[in-house]
């Protein structure tokens, strides 16, 4: 059959849609980066206009920074100042993470309490405290801490808990050398333990007789923590071991770190093109790629090149250290590696003392004034007033998201159990809480997301995190740009771990659905 | 190919061919969804597209006003070419209209409102005149008291009739069905096929993807069966339900009526 | 046909009220169980001892709480000059009129019941009460001034009065007490006037000097200088709910609408921009500068736009990225901002005309909107760019809590577009847009807004050209929007992503673009669904302007806890601390509860995405 077409002239550019749909994202991507290029450019003329040269050379200059705690409170350059701001950061977060989670689950489940005075309560602790501007309350808490009375010199002598206007001392256990072997032992408890419950569970199904796995695993572990406690000496063959690694690492050349880095970014972008191809091939080839398809295999290739060629780039530039030696980035990642392992050696020394000391809290005599003293554990006032009011609010929005996964579980649910015959601890160990979780992790993940965040109001109270210290070090140095490259870099590495580990847990739980 | 000669069932003369797709190949990953799909629709021609799910009748139906694009071989939709020129769409999308099995009414506008949207932004319509005619076709699927409802408070059947009202509100000279009446209670499939068998007798030309056999019979000029992405056997109704020819024609025949 | 079934007489059996009383009840609700009895006792237990000790901290006799009273004005406005004090009042006013007839023309506030109201009564009075009996013995209880015993009676009168009053309104007979009969407004309104009178009547220690220049202390009302304002902005307001209420069905309610909601939009830039800021115009240079400008971006302008815009797709299309490229370029050359912003506008306007140019009415329209965007534009540069008159020891007219609600409302508005910008490109089908937006909102959200407040002050001086100046508050108030946007547009692309595939299909079969289709089809329904979202970012932000104390802004949080301690002249508060910050939770709070309670009333309306 004849067939006429009216329009078949060539399209114009103008009217390709695939043409239009990438002009318009390309000039959008050109205006940004333009964008930014020039504010560049003006910062970088600013910088030379007052003398200050840009470069990574400060991080490893003396710096007269003072932490008020933390790993490092005399840091001897700004790197270190910031290394320490960052577990000072990690601190709170990971102790506020668990407290949060304990209360707000306690209050989330007292707001569905039928007994109608804790559920009051509950509900009056969630709707005063979300309401309340965070740095409010931790100004709130530090204001209380410093109304306490100072410490003088009749209070000097041992506490299980002492509080005055420097913070609260309290007994606490500390760790020694013999730490980290003992840690192996126990890990390898954990998996012994896992390996045991797995085994009295295929008992259990056996023979169908109860066979308490739960109690066999724990009772695994404890046998590894008590002969860990007295055997981790023998661990310190690991020592040589490690320091031979070491010594490996440091005698490589240099340049393998580039070519490493270079090879992962092109075979990455080959690897994501040859999927791409995978996955558009059939039976009749690849006769089919859209003008889409082409673009986007361009893009892959040119951000793998670009990728690689970045790694040579950087892995050239040259850093001076403390010491005043000169160092390339990629003999620094070298060293860094290699002194990892050597760190790591060092921890399995065989003369490093029994593994966790139980101490009192003490008040002594420092100079003129009665300062707590190095024993047991002291909560400075600013780490008391960040943590305890993170730890509050935190906790009243993950007690609302606790709640509403519960309520979310339906009542059916719930009849359906009771009607099998199961009993209360039971429906709720077996029916409710899994399926209440699976509802309750993402959002609880954000939390957590949140609290790793607002620990960096901590600047607020001089509580020296790495927003804290970071300034302290901007101020001294005018190096603004790295520093605040150094905080995007901590804390999207935080955020992207903690979510990565809700999202492992989450896929994990998912139902398998339709 | 074609059917009685020159004249549809609906008694009209079959104009030039309205829709032609020659060789028109898709893929949806390493699926191939259609494999070779050549036919002709011609002007006022009513053409009913049957076959298992996952047959591709859907799809090809789908390409044809480029809801997807096709990725080898022609579609050509009243004399213009399927490309990437966006003039083209443009055209395609305003001539061809196009009726879902879930309706697709927009919940947040008025039923009235459903129907102007297109032509007033569209065809540029004045408000005024656009709303004129959306009632006149509210009239013709027989629903002109519902005007101001939102689609939720409709039934079934009374929606599918906005959805048609609403593809008619851009004069377009083909309608596409997607599956109609699949998403419908029994009691309102009669309703919407009424409907569309006054549309067919009015002389428009037709391509429906439906199981409702009774429809194909009375009103279909031809009969298109779809397996495994291409076109298995074609013909007119009356021979293609008396005296299938292929095998998997008869096999899906047999389960069907 | 029928048979007719005798049934045998049985005895008449009222119904039996369900069991009650308060033995029933503490059953039912605390002694449910052993494990819960105990629970409930020692909840009690804690609950009366906190509530002890918060009354003990709040009366204890050596709390300064006329660091609060006597530096209230300072909390609200910083130091915005006295003599100017009626901008202050007028802004005031205007908001209160506008609330006042919104409630009237959305008809805001339903009924309640007598049984509710007395119930509410009954447990603050119980509250009350309880206080005065469990409160600090052996210090002043002195909220009026009276010493402990007469403290004591006046809290169990004034609670005991409250609870009687809300049990008779409980049980009043019958099914009246049930009766939704009681309007919200008229409690609103009983409400205004016990604070109105406390305004007048209540009394609070104040410190004064006398003439050999002594601190001694003297009983003030609460608000002296300010009662009789508020007094005449109540009334006002009140008024104004009546007129509405008696003309709201006697005009038009769409059209009415439509004008409250753009007084409500233009209310704020007027308020802040030309109230309060009071520019001192240069009205030589409007004359012979700002004002020819726009007239002719607004006539060449039509004009190109009324070409596009008729129907000739593909040059239009051509006319508009040609003006794009220009408006882009015009930042790389020295020019004036007017001039570079209206080439922008002017750019996207003809991008959009040929979708939503319109014709006939629709075109007048289209080409009524571009002139009164670039006049708005126009007139809004005018005013940044003059000097505000109003003189202020800081380098801000704004400060305390008026700071804290203009950086909030601020980044809200600004934040609110583009963060739906960057949801419709992070879900569009263009992967540079999307990496784009992809890359933008996730690396605002992985850091806090602190560091972006830091950034914001100590980065962006250093990379602007000299000669670019931009205050502290402006500052604040694009780190904020910058990162209250990325925030929205996760909760938007909630919404859009929860938008069927067969909208879009329906739309691109009815022959809308894509524009079309967002701007009728998906957006209305996706920012519907996530209006409950959306309040509760408004209310995050609005806790997050309290950041600004860290970066040196005089916002309501910096004057309680900075400059309220540092006071040493006329009185000294050195180091009083916790007052204000107690105060200034308060205050928060009010504003967050309030915020929060309007978002739940709106999820219960709103039915959550369905109609």
Known sequence: ?514 | MTGNGDVAATGHTLGGPMIVSDGVKKWFGDFQALKDVTATVREREVVVVIGPSGSGKSTWIRCINRLEAHQEGTIIVDGVELTNDIKHIEKIRSEVGMVFQQFNLFPHLTVLDNITLAPQWVRKLPKAEAEESGMELLERVGIPEQASKYPGQLSGGQQQRVAIARSLAMKPKIMLFDEPTSALDPEMIKEVLDVMKELALSGMTMIVVTHEMGFAKEVADRVLFFDYGTIVEAGTPEHFFTNPQHDRTKLFLSQIL | MTTKIELPEIPEMAPEPPPHGPRVWLRENLFSTPVSGVLSIVTILVALAAYRGVLAFIFAPDRRWEAVTYNARLLMIQAYPNEQMTRIWLSVAIVVVLLAASVAVYRIGGRTTPRKVGIGLMSLGSFIVLGGIIGPWGIALSPFGIESMRGFLAWVIMGAVLVIGGHLLRTIPGERAKDPSIPILGVVLVAIFVVLTVLWTVLLPQPVFDEAGVQTQTMEPIAMTTRLPWTLIAILGIVVYFVMWFLRDRIPVGPTRKTLLGLWVASFPVIVLVILRDPDMDYGRVLTWYLPVALGFIVIGGLILNFVAGGRGEIGRVIGAALLILAFASFAFPMEFLIRFLLLSLAMFALAAPTFGGKGAGRVAFLSIWAGWAGLLTFFLALLTAPSTVEVASSSFLGGLLLTIVLSVVAIALSLPLGIILALARTSKMPIFRLMATTYIEVVRGVPLITWLIVAFIMLPVALPPGVEIGGVARAMGAMTFFSAAYLAENVRGGLQAIPKGQYEASEAMGLTTSQATVFIVLPQALRAVIPALVGQVIALFKDTSLVTIVGLFDFLHIARLVIPSQTQPFNFLGVLREPLLFAAVVYWMFTFTFSRISQRMEKKLGVGER
Not at chain 1, 48 to 70: H, K, N, Q, Y
Not at chain 1, 465 to 477: D, K, P, R, Y
């Open chain 1, 1 to 514: 059959m004849a067939v006429t077409v009216r329009e078949h002239e060539k399209t114009p550019l103008w009217r390709n849609a695939a043409f239009l749909k990438w002009s318009s994202q390309l000039l959008a991507l050109a205006v940004t980066l333009g964008f930014f290029v020039i504010l560049g450019r003006q910062a970088f003329a600013n910088f030379s206009a007052s003398g200050t040269t840009f470069d990574l050379d400060f991080l490893t200059d003396p710096i007269g920074v003072f932490l008020r705690e933390g790993i490092d409170t005399e840091p001897d350059s700004s790197i270190r100042a910031l290394a320490a701001g960052a577990m000072n950061t990690l601190r709170i977060s990971i102790t506020g993470i668990i407290a949060a989670t304990i209360l707000g689950t306690l209050i989330g489940i007292g707001r569905l309490s039928h007994n109608w005075i804790v559920n009051k309560i509950a509900t009056f602790y969630i709707e005063t405290i979300r309401n309340i501007p965070l740095l409010v309350q931790i100004f709130f808490w530090q204001a209380m801490v410093i109304a306490l009375p100072s410490l003088v010199a009749a209070d000097i002598g041992t506490y299980w808990f002492k509080g005055s206007n420097k913070g609260f001392g309290f007994a606490w256990v500390s760790w020694n050398g013999g730490f980290w072997p003992w840690i192996v032992f126990l890990g390898a408890g954990i998996i012994a333990g896992g390996f045991v419950s797995r085994w009295r569970h295929r008992v259990q199904e056996e023979t169908g007789k109860p066979s308490h796995p739960g109690y066999w695993a724990g009772g695994t572990l404890a046998v590894f923590a008590v002969v860990g406690w007295f055997a981790w000496p023998l661990l310190s063959f690991v020592e040589p071991i490690l320091h031979g690694i070491a010594s490996f690492i440091d005698a490589v050349p240099a340049i393998v770190v580039p070519i490493v880095l270079a090879a992962a970014a092109l075979l990455g972008a080959a690897w994501w093109i040859r999927n791409f191809f995978e996955s558009r091939r059939t039976p009749a080839g690849f006769g089919k790629l859209t003008d889409d398809d082409w673009f986007r295999v361009i893009f892959a290739g040119v951000a793998g090149v670009i990728g690689a060629g970045l790694a040579f780039l950087v892995s050239g530039v040259t850093i001076a250290t403390v010491s005043g030696e000169v160092l390339t980035v990629a003999e620094l990642v070298r060293l860094g590696i290699g002194n990892f392992f050597d760190w790591l050696g060092n921890g399995f020394a065989a003369d490093g003392g029994q593994p966790l000391n139980f101490t009192k809290a003490s008040v002594v005599q420092k100079g003129n004034f009665a300062q707590y003293g190095d024993t047991g554990a002291v909560m400075t006032v600013p780490f008391f007033a960040v943590w305890f009011a993170v730890t509050l609010y935190t906790a009243a929005f993950i007690a609302e998201i606790v709640r509403g996964g519960i309520l979310a579980v339906s009542k059916g649910q719930t009849e359906a159990a009771q009607a099998v015959g199961l009993k209360r601890s039971q429906f709720l160990r077996l029916i409710i809480l899994p399926q209440a979780f699976r509802i309750i992790l993402p959002p609880i993940g954000n939390q957590y997301l949140n609290l790793f965040k607002n620990t960096s109001l901590g600047i607020g109270v001089a509580y020296a995190e790495i927003v804290a210290v970071g300034s302290t070090i901007l101020n001294q140095t005018g190096q603004t740009l790295p520093i605040v490259l150094i905080w995007m870099a901590f804390f999207l590495t935080g955020s992207l771990m903690i979510s990565g580990v809700v999202n492992y847990y989450n896929r994990k739980m998912k139902l398998v659905e339709r």
